[in-house]
């Protein structure tokens, strides 16, 4: 049986409104680089001695803002975000996670829910470095997961281009609930192409992960329910309180020059749609897994969970001022500028990295795959699903290690579903409107226009895609990597814990 997701419950416990907190009165929280804590053997590297960080998962409170009680969260190292880790290319790294939490979850668990069935653990932890490219014993793979007092040790090759990568929880069935507790950190790759551009580095690149909370009057996390109280399950979480680096309405100080943000959405459910104040505009250089071929100048960045942007936002001009990063018109950000040095903003280089395009039509296989609303009688969204199978049905997706296959995400819903493989990089081809009642009543997929390239930002390397409403979204990648089980998934993260995420199999060459 699956959980309903019936009228929201009302809170029983007073929410803090928007309105109600000064605005940016707080500075904003910038995590620290995690540190290794030494070196370690690792079978793979015979005779080699591998940087070795140990991460802990703890309950721990913060105020959120100024004004508020402290919050009781969940976060690694005992800090929402977490420690950003930062590697280099081809330098591989041991990473140590441990469940140091509590016996009990303090958010409402829907046992209904498969994988999280009573007899289960309340608290279960498995961490996923979202866009690693990692052997899939290292993945985080959401039944792999372990209780307080374990910990697991993962292999990170870290072969891949310079990137924004996150790492946060993955256990089947409260992925949703450990997120929102907390549980999210950054992860930065570089390389020396990257660094060769001379982009902001050191303090004036700093990651900014945007989320939202409804948080309790009391300070306490209030995560939203069904009003069937043996089956909480909701089909979307959104909070009315943004969070930046888990500060609500916070203030930056910068210096009259040019940073790097690294915006990565790690709601729940909310997109982001961000802008600045004063018509100034961001200089876009990176999407989910490298850099862009050239800098994209842009008005307006839209995230959805689980994507990320490198934007560049220059300064100098405005010396003594203040700008607000925002969220539609919402101030969430506050940068204050400090006085003029009369120093030379240097020019942005005019390419940045070459792109190439996959061959599409090289493609050895060619996916269509559904995604689908399944409701009941009473019009409630009961499971969300992949090409009409649940997690636990035979793996139907096996590509071939190095072979090149396009997958055609069909989407007769209303949501625009964020869809994240794991492992790879991929490319956006294309997307098409068809006809909505042909495929509902035959499975026919008849296009109804022609179809409408990525959008410039959408052309690099992307490892999470927002597939429209009404439109079949087309990807191309290339399977590199090693053989194993990995997942793919909708990153509404209540999409994804109820079956709205499957495994499939990378077979050997």
Same mark, same amino acid.
């Given at each position: 049986?699956?959980?309903?997701?019936?009228?929201?419950?009302?809170?029983?416990?007073?929410?803090?409104?928007?309105?109600?907190?000064? !605005?940016?009165?707080?500075?904003?929280?910038?995590?620290?680089?995690?540190?290794?804590?030494?070196?370690?053997?690792?079978?793979?590297?015979?005779?080699?001695?591998?940087?070795?960080? !140990?991460?802990?998962?703890?309950?721990?409170?913060?105020?959120?803002?100024?004004?508020?009680?402290?919050?009781?969260?969940?976060?690694?190292?005992?800090?929402?975000?977490?420690?950003?880790?930062?590697?280099?290319?081809?330098?591989?790294?041991?990473? *140590?996670?441990?469940?140091?939490?509590?016996?009990?979850?303090?958010?409402?668990?829907?046992?209904?829910?498969?994988?999280? *069935?009573?007899?289960?653990?309340?608290?279960?932890?498995?961490?996923?470095?979202?866009?690693? /490219?990692?052997?899939?014993?290292?993945?985080?793979?959401?039944?792999?997961?372990?209780?307080?007092?374990?910990?697991?040790?993962?292999?990170?090759?870290?072969?891949?281009?310079?990137?924004?990568?996150?790492?946060?929880?993955?256990?089947?069935?409260?992925?949703?609930?450990?997120?929102?507790?907390?549980?999210?950190?950054?992860?930065?790759?570089?390389?020396?192409?990257?660094?060769?551009?001379?982009?902001?580095?050191?303090?004036?690149?700093?990651?900014?992960?945007?989320?939202?909370?409804?948080?309790?009057?009391?300070?306490?996390?209030?995560?939203?329910?069904?009003?069937?109280?043996?089956?909480?399950?909701?089909?979307?979480?959104?909070?009315?309180?943004?969070?930046?680096?888990?500060?609500?309405?916070?203030?930056?100080?910068?210096?009259?020059?040019?940073?790097?943000?690294?915006?990565?959405?790690?709601?729940?459910?909310?997109?982001?749609?961000?802008?600045?104040?004063?018509?100034?505009?961001?200089?876009?250089?990176?999407?989910?897994?490298?850099?862009?071929?050239?800098?994209?100048?842009?008005?307006?960045?839209?995230?959805?969970?689980?994507?990320?942007?490198?934007?560049?936002?220059?300064?100098?001009?405005?010396?003594?001022?203040?700008?607000?990063?925002?969220?539609?018109?919402?101030?969430?950000?506050?940068?204050?500028?400090?006085?003029?040095?009369?120093?030379?903003?240097?020019?942005?280089?005019?390419?940045?990295?070459?792109?190439?395009?996959?061959?599409?039509?090289?493609?050895?296989?060619?996916?269509?795959?559904?995604?689908?609303?399944?409701?009941?009688?009473?019009?409630?969204?009961?499971?969300?699903?992949?090409?009409?199978?649940?997690?636990?049905?035979?793996?139907?997706?096996?590509?071939?290690?190095?072979?090149?296959?396009?997958?055609?995400?069909?989407?007769?819903?209303?949501?625009?579903?964020?869809?994240?493989?794991?492992?790879? /990089?991929?490319?956006?081809?294309?997307?098409?409107?068809?006809?909505?009642?042909?495929?509902?009543?035959? !499975?026919?997929?008849?296009?109804?226009?022609?179809?409408?390239?990525?959008?410039?930002?959408?052309?690099?390397?992307?490892?999470?895609?927002?597939?429209?409403?009404?439109?079949?979204?087309?990807?191309?990648?290339?399977?590199?990597?090693?053989?194993? /089980?990995?997942?793919?998934?909708?990153?509404?993260?209540?999409? *994804?814990?109820?079956?709205?995420?499957?495994?499939?199999?990378?077979?050997?060459?």
């Amino acid at each position: 049986m699956r959980s309903t997701a019936a009228t929201l419950a009302a809170p029983k416990v007073p929410l803090i409104s928007p309105t109600s907190l000064a !605005r940016f009165v707080d500075p904003l929280p910038i995590p620290p680089v995690m540190r290794a804590a030494g070196q370690r053997a690792h079978p793979r590297y015979p005779g080699r001695q591998l940087p070795y960080y !140990r991460v802990e998962m703890r309950a721990f409170k913060a105020r959120l803002h100024r004004d508020l009680p402290p919050t009781s969260m969940w976060g690694y190292e005992g800090a929402f975000p977490g420690p950003t880790i930062d590697v280099k290319r081809d330098e591989p790294v041991l990473v *140590e996670w441990i469940n140091a939490l509590p016996e009990r979850h303090f958010l409402p668990i829907d046992h209904t829910i498969h994988g999280a *069935e009573k007899g289960k653990p309340d608290v279960r932890t498995v961490t996923h470095v979202h866009g690693a /490219r990692v052997p899939a014993d290292a993945d985080g793979f959401p039944e792999d997961w372990y209780t307080p007092g374990r910990s697991a040790l993962y292999h990170y090759p870290n072969g891949q281009d310079a990137a924004t990568l996150w790492y946060h929880d993955h256990a089947m069935g409260i992925t949703r609930l450990n997120v929102y507790a907390g549980l999210a950190g950054a992860y930065i790759v570089r390389d020396s192409e990257e660094q060769a551009l001379q982009l902001p580095s050191g303090g004036y690149d700093i990651p900014l992960m945007l989320c939202d909370r409804l948080v309790a009057q009391d300070g306490s996390l209030y995560y939203p329910v069904s009003d069937d109280p043996s089956a909480p399950w909701v089909m979307q979480c959104n909070g009315n309180l943004p969070l930046c680096n888990g500060k609500i309405f916070p203030y930056l100080q910068v210096e009259p020059r040019r940073y790097r943000l690294r915006l990565i959405n790690v709601a729940n459910t909310s997109f982001f749609d961000l802008s600045l104040s004063h018509d100034q505009a961001f200089q876009q250089v990176a999407s989910d897994q490298s850099l862009l071929a050239k800098p994209l100048e842009r008005a307006r960045i839209e995230l959805y969970p689980a994507e990320r942007a490198d934007v560049l936002i220059d300064f100098s001009a405005w010396a003594g001022k203040t700008i607000q990063l925002r969220h539609q018109s919402q101030g969430i950000l506050e940068f204050r500028v400090g006085a003029s040095t009369g120093s030379k903003v240097p020019a942005l280089p005019a390419t940045l990295r070459d792109v190439p395009r996959i061959d599409s039509a090289s493609a050895t296989q060619h996916r269509v795959m559904a995604l689908t609303e399944v409701d009941d009688a009473n019009g409630n969204a009961m499971t969300m699903l992949l090409d009409g199978r649940r997690w636990s049905d035979p793996i139907s997706e096996k590509p071939r290690q190095h072979s090149i296959e396009t997958w055609s995400f069909v989407n007769p819903t209303g949501d625009a579903h964020p869809i994240h493989l794991h492992l790879v /990089r991929f490319q956006i081809v294309d997307r098409r409107p068809f006809d909505l009642f042909a495929w509902n009543a035959r !499975r026919e997929l008849k296009f109804t226009g022609p179809a409408l390239p990525p959008e410039p930002h959408e052309c690099g390397w992307k490892d999470t895609v927002r597939t429209d409403p009404g439109m079949v979204t087309r990807i191309a990648m290339r399977f590199e990597g090693e053989p194993g /089980r990995y997942v793919w998934h909708c990153h509404f993260l209540e999409h *994804e814990d109820n079956e709205m995420m499957r495994p499939y199999e990378l077979l050997p060459a």
